[in-house]
């Protein structure tokens, strides 16, 4: 049906080309003369019509047409001449009815071309609205939690649903990491079995959270390649898993925090759920070896130095206005990209990449790995990190400008790159 359509659209569109210019000023003197510019655009609006418009796009068309045979047979009636067997017939009603074919003619060609003007008028508003939502869609605010133990009580929770739904029965937690300018490690014991502790109460009695123990990235005896290794696999064996990835990022102060809650599925590394909430107090936690204690109300001094000090943005704006990630995640044989942040800080390199994948994940269908968590967080001291089996097959680089951050899509067999847009950071005023 669809292939039908796009050969009567390419026929009519090679009629068009040929004819529209010479019509709009076959028109009748006493009408506005159309504006046809539009019709340029004919074959760049088409992809973004509807199985309506595409129809009506036909039905305008083959009005055309017919007005233009209407013409060629009323100026033949016109050009009729007495012959030699009949010198004396009245030609004047023939002639008569050969302009009134041609005027008909007319009139159908303009309401060919009006209906045409009018319909892809539409189509280009409809694509610019559409332009305007895409280029919006992975815009967010951070919700704000007001301390962690609240956060992570809720991230435990809807990490929980989002993984049920994706169909893991099996939640593999692992620990959680603190990530600062001058650190990125486990947790201590306390805090380790505090957040142990609430995804367990936020599991109830479903039984998905589990611990991989011994879990790290070892190599075998026939691959040198880095795989995830853990004593109790054989429990698991056939059914699918995800892992936590739990990180608590403080860029630049050991008050305010991000917390992220990601899971990725065990074996093929992809992003399954993110969660993120910004923590205004999270000193507690960030503290090596403390639990999370009950927070007061802070001062009017306190709230102010806070408000001051802020590094961890209250909104994102992501600028993809040609919804290149749409069209990547589009492609018959789909990328499974990794992010890359390059910043001094890596703390801040790890804000960056949690904020953008959390909303690609949720506003496209395109594949997130984890390797680089992976990478940071379980791959041996010493060890390479090509040893690392990785699923990335290309990679989103994100790199600082003066005012904000490049994304450039890179292929990793091909080398090829695409620029997709920016990501501005943007802090309380």
């Given at each position: ?42 074959d ?9 418009q ?91 939690q ?12 809807q ?23 001058e ?33 790290q ?22 059914e ?27 074996a093929?590394?992809?992003l399954i ?10 000193s ?11 927070t007061?109300?802070p ?8 408000e001051a ?37 890596p ?42 089996s ?11 400008n ?7 899509a ?20």
């Amino acid at each position: 049906m669809f292939k039908s359509f796009a050969m009567a659209l390419s026929r009519f569109a090679l009629l068009l080309l040929c004819t529209l210019p010479l019509t709009s000023q076959g028109a009748s003197s006493k009408e506005a003369p159309l504006d046809l510019s539009i019709l340029e655009q004919r074959d760049a609006l088409r992809p973004y019509m509807t199985a309506r418009q595409r129809i009506a796009y036909v039905e305008a068309a083959k009005l055309i047409k017919q007005g233009q045979s209407d013409i060629r047979s009323g100026q033949t009636l016109q050009q009729q001449r007495p012959s030699a067997l009949d010198p004396n017939k009245d030609l004047k009603p023939i002639h008569k009815r050969g302009e009134r074919l041609a005027e008909e003619g007319q009139a159908k060609i303009r309401q060919g071309q009006q209906q045409l003007v009018k319909l892809l008028s539409a189509v280009q508003e409809a694509k610019i609205a559409n332009q305007a939502i895409a280029a919006q869609k992975f815009n967010f605010d951070l919700v704000e939690q007001d301390d962690y133990a609240s956060a992570l009580k809720v991230a435990a929770k809807q990490t929980l649903e989002a993984c049920q739904t994706a169909g893991y029965q099996n939640v593999f937690f692992d620990g959680l990491r603190i990530v600062t300018a001058e650190q990125n490690a486990k947790a201590g014991p306390k805090l380790h079995n505090a957040a142990y502790d609430t995804f367990i109460q936020a599991d109830g009695s479903q039984f998905r959270v589990a611990v991989p123990l011994g879990l790290q990235l070892a190599n075998s005896d026939t691959s040198q390649e880095y795989t995830f290794q853990y004593d109790n696999a054989a429990a698991f064996k056939g059914e699918k898993a995800a892992l936590l990835a739990i990180e608590l990022i403080a860029p630049s102060n050991d008050q305010e925090a991000l917390l992220s809650v990601r899971t990725f599925d065990l074996a093929s590394q992809q992003l399954i759920s993110s969660v993120m909430f910004y923590i205004k107090n999270a000193s507690d936690a960030l503290q090596p070896d403390s639990e999370p204690t009950e927070t007061t109300e802070p001062t009017e001094t306190e709230v102010a130095t806070t408000e001051a000090v802020r590094s961890i943005p209250a909104s994102i704006t992501i600028n993809n206005s040609n919804q290149l990630i749409e069209k990547l995640a589009g492609l018959p044989s789909p990328y499974l990209f990794e992010t890359v942040t390059t910043t001094e800080n890596p703390a801040q390199a790890a804000l960056i990449d949690v904020l953008i994948k959390d909303t690609i994940l949720k506003n496209s269908e395109l594949i997130l790995v984890e390797s680089l968590f992976i990478q940071r967080a379980y791959l041996p001291d010493g060890v390479e990190a090509e040893a690392l089996s990785s699923a990335a097959t290309a990679e989103l680089s994100i790199t600082p400008n003066e005012d904000d951050y490049t994304i450039v899509a890179i292929a990793y067999e091909s080398g090829r790159e695409l620029e997709i847009g920016t990501i501005a950071l943007q802090l309380p005023e």
